[in-house]
Each structure stands twice: as C-alpha cells, then as structure tokens.
C-alpha cells in the first residue's frame, strides 16, 4: 500500500495569519508554494519556486545603498605605505634604507628600477621578481633601532640578476644601469 503525505494547507491569508510549529510546513494555495514555520514568525517563510525565480542574476540590479552599507561595514582600515627614493646597487654586504615610521611594517619589499636598457627593459621600468646570486627573490629584513625603521636587504657582495623581459632568461644586470628602491606597507 502507497503511503500519502499531506501537509497543512490553506489561502495565502490564511497561511499569513497562522504560526506553525517549529519545522512545520504548510501549503499555500493561493501563491501555489510551500511555507516554513520556526514556532515564532507568525506567517512562515515561503520559499521561492523555479518557475517564478529570475532566470540570471544582474549585479547592476543592487542598489548603490547597499554597497555603501556593506563596504562600510566590512572596510579594513585604509593601507599607509612608504616608498624611499631610488638608491644606487652595491655589491657590498647589505643595502640599508631608513624610513620614516617607527613600527614594523606589515610587508616590505624591494623594487629595482631600470636606469639605462638592459635585460629587455626601459628607462623608469620597475621589477619586483629579480634575484641576487643563486638566491631568487630575496626577502627584505626590517628592523626598528633608534626610534627609525631600517629595511635591509642582504647582498653579501653578490652580483644582481632580472628575468630578462622578453624571454624570461635569468639575466645578470650591471649595478649602475639600475638602482633600488624599498616600500614598506602598514
């Protein structure tokens, strides 16, 4: 014998002034769609139907009210950085840098900056991938002595290197055709 479920049903009015039990579902024959009740809201839920939901969802269809709420709400404080000037490549122990903030930064990197074509890459060209001897992209140390922040990347008398821009070879560069530079981020 076949087992028939049958639930609570009744007018979209009817359905409107009823509070069903908690994981209740009712049967609303007016809007031919099912309600779900928690014991509290007078009315239920009703849950949408496919043949009645949009077929695509258009973002330009949010009004600007609710970006502005949800942006304002879940901002993150706005990101401070500092960008030293461009200093000449040495190939001495270390290159060292001295910022104007008195913490230690949430990241730091450095930056080389193409003086004179070499490696495939004009004058004012920036790159953050290069390497120094058999190390490729070395990290930045930072440090806070004597109330200034000091970025330092070690060189340990290493020659510079770049990927060569058009074919991605490593490339050694020539220390005066380029200089350094350091940003820090707090």
Not at 102 to 110: N, S
């Amino acid at each position: 014998m076949t087992r028939i479920l049958q639930v609570r049903r009744g007018s979209c009015t009817q359905n409107d002034n009823f509070t069903g039990l908690a994981g209740e579902i009712t049967f609303d024959t007016t809007n031919k769609t099912l309600r779900v009740h928690d014991g509290e809201t007078l009315g239920g839920f009703a849950l949408a139907r496919a043949d009645t939901a949009p077929s695509a969802f258009d973002i330009n269809s949010i009004s600007s009210d609710f970006w502005t709420a949800l942006f304002s709400t879940y901002q993150t404080n706005s990101i401070q950085s500092e960008t030293s000037t461009p200093q000449s490549l040495t190939s001495t122990p270390y290159i060292d840098c001295t910022m104007g903030y008195t913490q230690i930064p949430k990241t730091a990197e450095a930056i080389l900056v193409c003086q004179s074509p070499e490696a495939g890459y004009s004058i004012d060209d920036e790159v953050r991938a290069f390497g120094i001897g058999n190390y490729a992209c070395p990290h930045v140390n930072t440090y806070v002595s004597n109330g200034a922040l000091h970025v330092r990347l070690y060189v340990n008398e290493q020659t510079f290197w770049v990927f060569h821009k058009t074919d991605a070879t490593p490339t050694n560069i020539t220390n005066a055709k380029w200089k350094i530079k350091f940003t820090v981020c707090y």
